[in-house]
C-alpha cells in the first residue's frame, strides 16, 4: 500500500517524521489490535501485556479484537492509521511469514508499510484431538488418519494462523491428509473441537491447558524440539520419527507460535523505541512472568532492529513450506 503522507520503510527501522517527534508521547488511549476473535493464545499474550503498559504509560493501552480473513482485514486498517503511536497491532507468524505469500493482493507490504517494535511472546504449539479419536499418541493419531483419509476435520484460527500452519507442517512430513476446517479464532474453533464437530487442533498453551487438564482434549504432541515442563511426558513431534517409522524425516520438526507488536509505517522512531522499552519493562514484570510461566511462554523483548532480522528469518523458513504444502488463501 502507497500512502503519500507515510514514507516507505523497510522492517528494522522507521523514519521520525519531526511534527511527532516534538509531540508529547502518549497523550491519549493506544489501541493494541488483535487480528483474531476473542479467546485465542494472542489475545491472551496481549491483554497481559496491555495491562502492564495502561499501568507504565499512564494512558489506557486497549486490545481490540478484529477477527477474520486470516488477520488480512485488521492489518489493512492499521496500516492505513496514522502513524502517530496511537496504533499497534500483533504481528504473528501468519500474518507477518505466511500472509506475503498466500494473500499477495492484500493492499498492503508487511515489509514496507509497517514497523517493526518488538518480539513480545513464543508459545509452544501443542497437538490435540477430541477424546472420541481413537489414539493415545501421535504415531496411533497419524496412523488412524491414513487409514481414514479425508475423513477427519481440523480446526484452527483462521488461514495462515499458527494453528493451520502447524498442522499442515505435520501433515506434509507425516503424509497425512485431512480437511482444513478455518474459523474466526481459536474461541470458536476450539468450541467445534469440544463439539466432536472437529476432530484435532494445534494452538498454543494458554487456550488449550484448561481443556486438556480438564480431560476434554487429549495432547498428543508438543511441537517445540524438546519437551516442556508443563507435559513432561509428553513427546516432541521431533522425536517421534521411530515409532512413525520417519527416521530423521521429523528431527528437526518444530514449530512454535510467536508474537510481536508491530506499528504502521512512518511512526517516528522516538516512539517505536519508547515502546520496546516499555514493552520489556512490562515482559519483566511479576504478574507477565508468571502468567507466561504457567503457559511456557517465553517472554521477547528484542529491539526493533532484531525483531526485524528475525521477521525476516521467518518469511524464508515458512515460504519453503507454503509452497511445499501448497497452503492457499481458502
Same mark, same amino acid.
Given at each position: ?77 492499521? $496500516?492505513?492509521?496514522?502513524?502517530? #503511536? ?7 507468524? %501468519?500474518?507477518? @511469514?505466511?500472509? /506475503?505469500? *498466500? ?85 470458536? $474453533?476450539?468450541?467445534?473441537?469440544? #463439539? ?7 494452538? %498454543?498453551?494458554? @487456550?488449550?491447558? /484448561?481443556? *486438556? ?118
Amino acid at each position: 500500500m502507497q500512502s503519500t503522507r507515510r514514507q516507505t520503510l523497510i522492517l528494522g527501522g522507521s523514519l521520525a517524521l519531526p511534527s511527532f517527534a516534538q509531540t508529547a508521547w502518549p497523550n491519549k488511549s493506544i489501541r493494541f489490535v488483535m487480528p483474531f476473535a476473542p479467546g485465542g493464545t494472542s489475545e491472551i499474550v496481549g491483554r497481559a501485556v496491555a495491562a502492564e503498559l495502561t499501568k507504565q504509560l499512564g494512558v489506557s493501552v486497549y486490545v481490540e479484537n478484529k477477527g477474520g480473513g486470516g488477520g488480512v482485514p485488521a492489518m489493512q486498517e492499521v $496500516a492505513r492509521a496514522a502513524p502517530d #503511536g496511537n496504533t499497534f497491532i500483533m504481528g504473528h507468524v %501468519g500474518s507477518l @511469514a505466511v500472509n /506475503p505469500y *498466500i494473500y499477495p493482493d492484500s493492499g498492503y507490504d508487511v515489509n514496507k508499510d509497517f514497523a517493526p517494535v518488538t518480539l513480545l511472546a513464543k508459545v509452544p504449539n501443542l497437538f490435540v484431538i477430541h477424546p472420541d479419536v481413537p489414539a493415545k499418541n501421535l504415531a496411533e493419531f497419524v496412523a488412524y488418519v491414513r487409514k481414514n483419509p479425508g475423513k477427519l476435520n481440523y480446526a484452527s484460527a483462521g488461514n495462515a494462523s499458527a494453528g493451520h500452519l502447524a498442522m499442515e507442517y505435520l501433515k506434509l512430513v507425516t503424509g497425512m491428509f485431512m480437511t482444513h476446517i478455518p474459523y474466526r479464532g481459536t474461541g470458536p $474453533a476450539l468450541t467445534d473441537l469440544l #463439539g466432536g464437530r472437529t476432530q484435532a487442533l494445534s494452538a %498454543g498453551t494458554p @487456550a488449550l491447558l /484448561p481443556h *486438556i487438564k480438564s480431560g476434554k482434549l487429549r495432547l498428543i504432541a508438543v511441537g517445540t524440539q524438546k519437551r516442556i515442563p508443563l507435559f513432561p511426558d509428553v513427546p516432541t513431534v521431533a522425536e517421534s520419527g521411530s515409532a512413525l517409522g520417519l527416521g530423521k524425516k521429523l528431527e528437526h520438526f518444530e514449530t512454535s507460535q510467536w508474537y510481536g507488536m508491530i506499528a504502521p509505517s512512518g511512526v517516528p522512531t522516538a516512539i517505536i523505541k519508547r515502546m520496546q522499552e516499555e514493552c520489556l519493562k512490562a515482559l519483566k514484570s511479576s504478574s507477565v512472568t508468571e502468567r507466561f510461566a504457567n503457559d511456557n511462554a517465553v517472554g521477547g523483548g528484542m529491539v526493533p532492529e532484531e525483531f526485524g532480522k528475525f521477521i525476516a528469518n521467518e518469511q524464508k523458513i515458512w515460504k519453503d513450506i507454503v509452497t511445499r504444502a501448497k497452503i492457499k488463501s481458502d
